[in-house]
């Protein structure tokens, strides 16, 4: 199950002692035969399911992204029925990374009787282009009633309207806290790479009064790390950046694709970094990430931060983007000319690499696919396993790490204390591209789910693939 976080007092007080750098040399193993664990397919034909999450009536809860769903499914049988169709409300564009995406419960307290609700994110269309990128889609935060005799979600009511939305890194985690807030990640919208090269980076940019006043959140709200009030208002005790509260609690994010609490409060964050360093994160509330200044640490190494949109005196327009070969006229900045204070990640995946680190391996060219071939796994959720009676025998206080392009799940054995991570075991490798995890009651079953379709590393030659092993499925890796 995912876990509910205490008071964000307490996330502050247990990450702000947090300031100890990864521990760079943390080893990677790969378990022979995955062996332990017993692999199944629990269900098939689902559109892209993006959030699973474990239920309060015993049944794996599922947004479908570009299926345009929520879908419940029987652990057992693997029998599905749809709890909510969004078609014709929200929008998917094809291979984008927009459509229905983060889902949170928040059940009655023990004892006590009440409704069930659940909240969910999801992608839709406006006529009202953004300044500067002219985008159209925004997203929204909704919150449904769950009709317990059907199993379907009723009664919603949007609580937060006119957030970021577009086509790339939505990130799109969304969690319920204990102290009764939402929290949300949001995407830096892939601004200044591929095909929005031309669109400024904003995951510095704050907010202005204003803004607030007018609920103007489309711009300044990339690239950031959301806590909310169930109602949509900003929680009072947010922190005040830059002179102004708002719902922002960190920034200077890329593409946070995984978050979680332990049950002590502290918030754990994944995040997808460019050609290098993937980052694993203790959130920091009121904190700068660094991005796009710095990749990983601030060392140098393999990354620059090349802003096409303020391409002079030739402008973006009229250039063709590279990843590998960036025109004079785009400026460039090491991460030591950026003299601001950021968060360092407490780890990086083991994707940190020197300047003399070839990104054009010949094993990815056909068809300039040389992104697939980087250092970057690509994570794409993070869960905690806490310490549990009877359940996986070594997994207690680890993160388990969903990836994309290395088609594998990663166990991050953290230290004593929650600040470092120590070890990583890389299971379950193959053709796929895991999305998600989410634990049974007893935490002996491990669930994963896939995408329908992408690229990914093929397992033996490393080279790209794009036929998966299981598209659009729920797995069952269970505990012997």
């Known amino acids: 199950m995912k876990r509910i976080p205490a008071a964000l007092a307490a996330v502050s007080a247990l990450a702000l002692t947090c300031t100890a750098p990864a521990v760079a040399d943390a080893s990677t193993t790969s378990p022979s035969g995955e062996p332990g664990f017993t692999r199944s397919v629990l269900a098939t034909g689902l559109g892209d399911p993006y959030e699973i999450v474990w239920g309060p009536d015993n049944h794996l809860w599922a947004t ?34 927009d459509g ?22 999801y992608t839709y269309q406006t006529t009202t282009p953004a300044p500067v990128t002219g985008e159209t889609r925004r997203l929204k935060i909704a919150r449904y009633t769950l009709d317990r005799t059907t199993h379907t979600l009723v009664s919603p009511k949007d609580i937060l309207t006119g957030l970021p939305s577009g086509t790339d ?41 204003s803004e607030v006043e007018h609920k103007d959140w489309f711009a300044a709200y990339q690239g950031k790390i959301l806590r909310i009030n169930l109602d949509g208002s900003i929680p009072a005790d947010n922190p005040v950046i830059n002179g102004v509260r708002s719902h922002i609690i ?55 931060y090349n802003n096409w949109s303020a ?24 991460e030591t000319d950026w003299k601001g204070s950021f968060v360092p990640p407490i780890d990086t995946l083991g994707t940190s690499v020197g300047n003399d680190y070839n990104f054009a391996d010949p094993k990815c060219a056909e068809g300039g696919l040389y992104f697939v071939c980087w250092p970057t796994i690509a994570p794409s959720s993070l869960s905690y396993y806490p310490q549990r009676s009877g359940g996986i025998r070594g997994w207690g206080n680890s993160l388990i790490v ?15 204390d929650g600040r470092h991570v120590v070890s990583r075991e890389r299971l379950w490798t193959s053709q796929n591209r895991y999305r998600d995890t989410a634990f049974s009651p007893d935490g002996k079953t491990v669930y994963v789910a896939t995408d329908n379709a992408g690229l990914v590393r093929n397992p033996s030659s490393g080279a790209p693939a794009t036929t998966l092993d299981n598209p659009g499925s729920i797995l069952a890796f269970h505990a012997k």
């Open 64 to 97: 479908e992204k570009s299926g345009l769903k929520v879908t419940r499914v029987d652990p057992t049988t693997g029998a599905r029925t749809t709890a909510l169709d969004l078609t014709g409300t929200a929008v998917h564009t094809a291979a984008g990374q």
């Open 311 to 334: 391409s002079t005196p030739t402008p973006c327009k009229d250039l063709t983007y590279s990843d590998l070969e960036v025109p004079d006229s785009v400026p460039q900045q090491k």
């Open 250 to 304: 960190t920034y200077g994010h890329r593409n946070s694709q995984g978050l979680d609490f332990a049950p002590n409060g502290t918030l754990y964050q994944a995040e997808q970094g460019p050609k290098t360093d993937d980052e694993i994160n203790i959130v920091r509330p009121g904190h700068n990430y660094g991005w796009p200044y710095v990749a990983g640490y601030r060392d140098d190494q393999a990354y620059t």
């Open 402 to 416: 969903t990836t994309l392009k290395d088609g594998s799940v990663y166990r991050l054995k953290l230290s004593a």
């Open 100 to 121: 229905v995406l983060g889902l949170a419960f928040q059940t009655p307290r023990q004892g006590t009787s009440g409704s069930t609700y659940v909240y969910l994110s």
């Open 169 to 209: 890194h939505q990130s799109a985690r969304l969690r319920l806290g204990s102290d009764g807030k939402l929290y949300y990640t949001v995407g830096d919208q892939g601004a200044n790479q591929l095909e929005h090269y031309c669109n400024p980076n904003w995951a510095q940019r704050l907010l202005t009064r």
